[in-house]
């Protein structure tokens, strides 16, 4: 059990100092986040880019990313990323006087985000049903591996585990080798799904004055990621193929030093292309005026870009081919941090940290006009704000939806 907060119990827990500064559209909306790794906890960082007072609850032994290997020295850089602009408090949820604690929070608060599997919260007494008796405007949000219901709903669920479960491995890898796509896109994908449904229930709350339960489950990010795949029509053979990849020409290739991403699909793309690397005769050629064509003919057309993209350097190829051609040279994250479109929009910022002093990290995954929302801060220290968030709400407070 923490220690009792040093806060007057007339505060509310969502008047946050930290949050002042220009308003975001969820500016006044309080979030508790009692979600782990980083699906939730990221979709929670990108409610606070928008103005959100979000309050991360961890139990005594912390959020499990904490724990996660990390080159960076008293301080693990996932956790640092998925979790800015979150203020800190330790709750043990099975000790009554700390859910005690939580289910006051809960009458202050406009969303509560969680990635327990399905059961344990009702266990724990947290359960959708138990806290909207408490607050009938909260908007209530699940994150789970596999939904709510069904033979998988109790197993627990992990990014990679869906990427091989839903044939993203099978389509990422070469035949018959599957390969995995690290940086877990499935759970950032879920991430912005929590934040979409979130901010789709508090618009509806404006006009019903009722919250609701979100469901966001990795199962359906992961298939929704691949919509253009899911598709299947009546009487189609199952073992199609659904590669939706154009294949030779638009891909990674190699030049004279480094590697080269372009795309070349349009017909506008393809002669730029031909034209800026000298195979002009390539563009006039009836046998590659289509991407299917090309595709189907790119073991004669390959070689030859790749003779042709050997007499320079991937920058010195992205240069050439400007906005004429869609290319990239492939970088290392580390460039990022001074890119100059990244510096022009702005999307890297300096945090201050107590242990590291400052970092560079993302500033706002959004940009909004006229309401950009507070400056980030950094991600709270294992109960770093467990005396500033009051325990108890006043009798005058509102149950949520504070102006």
Same mark, same amino acid.
């Given at each position: 059990?923490?220690?009792?907060?040093?806060?007057?119990?007339?505060?509310?827990?969502?008047?946050?100092?930290?949050?002042?500064?220009?308003?975001?559209?969820?500016?006044?909306?309080?979030?508790?986040?009692?979600?782990?790794?980083?699906?939730?906890?990221?979709?929670?960082?990108?409610?606070?880019?928008?103005?959100?007072?979000?309050?991360?609850?961890?139990?005594?032994?912390?959020?499990?990313?904490?724990?996660?290997?990390?080159?960076?020295?008293?301080?693990?850089?996932?956790?640092?990323?998925?979790?800015?602009?979150?203020?800190?408090?330790?709750?043990?949820?099975?000790?009554?006087?700390?859910?005690?604690?939580?289910?006051?929070?809960?009458?202050?608060?406009?969303?509560?985000?969680?990635?327990?599997?399905?059961?344990?919260?009702?266990?724990?007494?947290?359960?959708?049903?138990?806290?909207?008796?408490?607050?009938?405007?909260?908007?209530?949000?699940?994150?789970?591996?596999?939904?709510?219901?069904?033979?998988?709903?109790?197993?627990?669920?992990?990014?990679?585990?869906?990427?091989?479960?839903?044939?993203?491995?099978?389509?990422?890898?070469?035949?018959?080798?599957?390969?995995?796509?690290?940086?877990?896109?499935?759970?950032?994908?879920?991430?912005?799904?929590?934040?979409?449904?979130?901010?789709?229930?508090?618009?509806?709350?404006?006009?019903?004055?009722?919250?609701?339960?979100?469901?966001?489950?990795?199962?359906?990010?992961?298939?929704?990621?691949?919509?253009?795949?899911?598709?299947?029509?009546?009487?189609?053979?199952?073992?199609? =193929?659904?590669?939706?990849?154009?294949?030779?020409?638009?891909?990674?290739?190699?030049?004279?030093?480094?590697?080269?991403?372009?795309?070349?699909?349009?017909?506008?793309?393809?002669?730029?292309?031909?034209?800026?690397?000298?195979?002009?005769?390539?563009?006039?050629?009836?046998?590659?005026?289509?991407?299917?064509?090309?595709?189907?003919?790119?073991?004669?057309?390959?070689?030859?870009?790749?003779?042709?993209?050997?007499?320079?350097?991937?920058?010195?190829?992205?240069?050439?081919?400007?906005?004429?051609?869609?290319? =990239?040279?492939?970088?290392?994250?580390?460039?990022?941090?001074?890119?100059?479109?990244?510096?022009?929009?702005?999307?890297?910022?300096?945090?201050?940290?107590?242990?590291?002093?400052?970092?560079?990290?993302?500033?706002?995954?959004?940009?909004?006009?006229?309401?950009?929302?507070?400056?980030?801060?950094?991600?709270?220290?294992?109960?770093?704000?467990?005396?500033?968030?009051?325990?108890?709400?006043?009798?005058?407070?509102?149950?949520?939806?504070?102006?």
């Amino acid at each position: 059990m923490n220690a009792s907060p040093s806060s007057s119990s007339s505060q509310s827990a969502f008047d946050n100092p930290a949050r002042e500064g220009p308003r975001g559209p969820l500016s006044g909306i309080g979030v508790l986040d009692l979600s782990a790794y980083i699906a939730g906890p990221y979709g929670c960082s990108l409610l606070a880019d928008q103005g959100a007072d979000v309050i991360k609850i961890e139990s005594p032994a912390g959020d499990n990313l904490r724990n996660y290997p990390s080159t960076l020295e008293g301080e693990n850089r996932a956790f640092l990323g998925v979790n800015r602009s979150k203020r800190g408090i330790v709750l043990d949820l099975k000790d009554e006087a700390d859910r005690a604690r939580l289910l006051a929070l809960v009458a202050q608060a406009d969303v509560l985000v969680h990635n327990f599997r399905p059961g344990v919260t009702d266990r724990l007494g947290i359960g959708h049903a138990q806290l909207e008796a408490i607050n009938p405007r909260l908007i209530y949000c699940a994150v789970t591996g596999y939904g709510e219901e069904g033979p998988l709903r109790g197993k627990a669920g992990y990014d990679q585990v869906l990427q091989a479960m839903t044939g993203m491995c099978v389509l990422q890898g070469k035949p018959p080798v599957p390969e995995l796509t690290y940086g877990s896109p499935v759970d950032y994908y879920a991430a912005a799904l929590v934040a979409a449904g979130v901010s789709s229930a508090l618009f509806e709350r404006e006009r019903s004055g009722k919250g609701q339960y979100v469901g966001v489950s990795l199962l359906r990010s992961a298939l929704t990621m691949q919509s253009a795949r899911m598709i299947q029509a009546e009487g189609e053979a199952h073992d199609i =193929s659904r590669d939706m990849r154009s294949g030779g020409i638009t891909g990674l290739h190699p030049t004279g030093d480094g590697y080269l991403y372009l795309s070349a699909n349009t017909p506008h793309f393809w002669n730029a292309l031909c034209e800026r690397t000298g195979l002009e005769a390539l563009a006039r050629d009836p046998r590659y005026d289509s991407v299917r064509k090309r595709a189907e003919r790119a073991a004669e057309l390959v070689p030859l870009l790749h003779t042709a993209l050997a007499k320079r350097s991937a920058l010195e190829w992205e240069e050439v081919f400007g906005e004429a051609v869609p290319s =990239s040279a492939v970088h290392h994250i580390e460039e990022m941090f001074d890119h100059p479109q990244v510096r022009a929009e702005a999307m890297v910022t300096s945090i201050a940290h107590p242990v590291l002093g400052r970092y560079r990290g993302v500033s706002r995954a959004i940009k909004f006009a006229r309401t950009p929302g507070p400056e980030p801060f950094a991600a709270p220290m294992l109960g770093q704000h467990d005396d500033d968030v009051p325990a108890v709400p006043s009798s005058d407070e509102p149950l949520s939806g504070r102006p």
